[in-house]
């Protein structure tokens, strides 16, 4: 009989630790301490012959031991443990891996199974050389990630399938709340998010067809953002995953921007990422998936606070974005502006562009000539392009880049995308920009970077808090 031991079964656990007393000491503090750890044991009349140790690792699996007592070897009894963790192990791992001694006979067996050495280490056991064996697996487990976002004014679930296909997204926006006060005012947008929560849930459950219990996990924005909005979708998360013991995964709202990419086109790398927000304005290299290195970022205003700003100043209603944009399509740059921080560096800074458009606004009304407010907007977007592909094009040449991305609400920007589009096709680099519904603030965003956070091993316990200025690190 093949069984698994049970942290409780303390009557198995003795008799594994008696039967293999050579090498096994504590399997109880173990089996307590190693959440990720498993014995599986063979026996015969009510005494343990054999036993397997793994552990499993999120989409991984190790074996750290693997014996069958002297006399009851070449029985056939290996060959079954091992039949039996592999079969388990189906569709949960993308691979077992183990390292064993070269000149064991297991060697052979693992071999029989499809291990295939990818490392020998030399000298690693005293004097006899190692292998580091592995067997790749057919890991066919569709994970569904439930995410949430709340860090601003929008409330957003959404359901994403293996952090690449979107099933559902439901999006509560705001913005005709805060519309008539210039910006997000933080104690309004804390309280819609409190009436909204369970609504919105409902509503993309509904629209996936799917009840909780299809969830695997849940992901929520934890900073960075506005504090107050930021603790509802916590809040929310952590009940969810409590009620329905889901792992709780942390996800960094701007990395979840990022992660947008990945809903259009799985991302390759190393990719360069251009962070244009509300918020923010970053350049951020990945080398591999879920490794994000800062090169540079706004020293003062970011660049959609900028374009918000400006707005303000021609007569656009908050958030100013996207009609700037619009305006900026039917004028000509015949206003001078100065290229903020055009320096070598890898940062940006537009509270003086900023300046700069009020200052001529005022000069131009006190010389009581008319603004050309399209032009304005052309010869303001213009320049806003030209910093960014500036520093984007440095980062190009120092660094070697496969794909560029964009993310966050400015990437909705039409005169940003169509010159990188022109920069990535000259320079022979691929390029996604996120979907325009999902430029600005959605839980797709946060679902789909859930799914490769958890894969990175970060899972919150319920000590998570919000962090309103969290740092991408
Ligand atoms: O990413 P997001 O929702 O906010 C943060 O997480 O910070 O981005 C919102 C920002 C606003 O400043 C809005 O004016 C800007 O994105 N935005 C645009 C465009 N669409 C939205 N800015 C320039 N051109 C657009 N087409
Ligand atoms: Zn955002």
Redesign the pocket.
């Known amino acids: 009989m093949i069984k698994e031991v049970e942290k409780k079964d303390l009557k198995l656990i003795k008799e594994l630790e008696d039967a293999f007393s050579f090498i096994l000491n504590n399997v109880v503090e173990s089996l307590n301490n190693n959440p990720f750890t498993h014995y599986i044991v063979y026996i015969i009349n009510s005494k343990i012959v054999g036993y397997i140790n793994y552990d499993l690792i999120y989409d991984r699996a190790e074996i750290c031991n693997f014996n069958v007592l002297e006399n009851y070897q070449n029985k056939g009894i290996g060959t079954k443990l091992l039949q039996y963790v592999i079969d388990n192990l189906n569709n949960k791992v993308d691979n077992i891996t183990l390292e064993v001694k070269i000149d064991n006979k297991a060697v052979n067996l693992y071999k029989k199974f499809g291990f295939k050495t990818v490392a020998k280490r030399n000298n690693y056991y005293n004097g006899t050389d190692g292998l580091l064996m592995e067997r790749k697996m057919m890991n066919m487990k569709d994970i569904y990630v439930l995410g949430i976002e709340s860090s ?1 004014d929008e409330t957003s679930f959404s359901i994403v399938k293996n952090g690449l296909v979107e099933i559902a997204t439901v999006i509560s926006s705001q913005i005709d709340i805060h519309k008539d006060y210039g910006g997000v005012v933080p104690e309004i947008a804390s309280r819609n998010h409190v009436k909204n929560v369970t609504f919105v849930l409902d509503e993309c459950l509904k629209k996936a067809n799917m009840k909780m219990d299809d969830i695997d996990m849940i992901a929520v924005s934890y900073g960075p953002g506005l504090i107050g909005s930021l603790l509802v979708g916590l809040e929310t998360a952590k009940t969810l995953s409590w009620l329905y013991n889901k792992p709780l995964i942390p996800v960094n ?1 701007i990395k979840g ?1 990022i992660y947008a990419n990945n809903l259009v086109k799985k991302m390759e790398f190393p990719l360069l990422a251009l962070v244009i ?4 304005t970053e350049l951020i290299y990945m080398e591999k998936d879920y490794s994000f290195k800062k090169l540079g970022s706004t020293l003062d205003d970011a660049v ?2 900028c ?2 700003k400006v707005g303000k100043i021609i007569g656009v209603p908050y ?4 009609m ?2 619009e305006m900026a399509h039917q004028g000509r740059c015949t206003y001078k502006l100065p290229i903020p921080l055009n320096d070598n560096s890898y940062n940006f800074s537009f509270s003086g562009l900023k300046s700069a458009v009020i200052n001529l606004v005022h000069n131009e009304k006190v010389r009581k000539n008319e603004i050309n407010k399209e032009d304005l907007a052309a010869s303001f977007q213009n320049v806003v392009v030209d910093v960014l592909a500036k520093k984007t094009l440095k980062a190009f040449d120092e660094l070697n880049i496969k794909n560029f991305v964009m993310a ?3 990437s ?3 005169g940003i995308r169509e010159r990188f589009e022109l920069i990535c096709k000259s320079r022979g680099i691929n390029y996604t920009f996120p979907e325009i519904k999902y ?3 959605n839980a797709a965003m946060i679902a789909a970077a859930g799914y490769f956070a958890y894969k990175n091993g970060e899972i919150a316990d319920f000590t998570l808090n919000a962090v309103s200025n969290l740092d991408i690190g």
């Open positions: 601003c709202h921007h927000s509300g918020g923010h959609g606070e374009f918000d958030p100013a974005g996207p700037v944009d966050g609400g400015v909705a920007n039409r430029c600005t603030d």
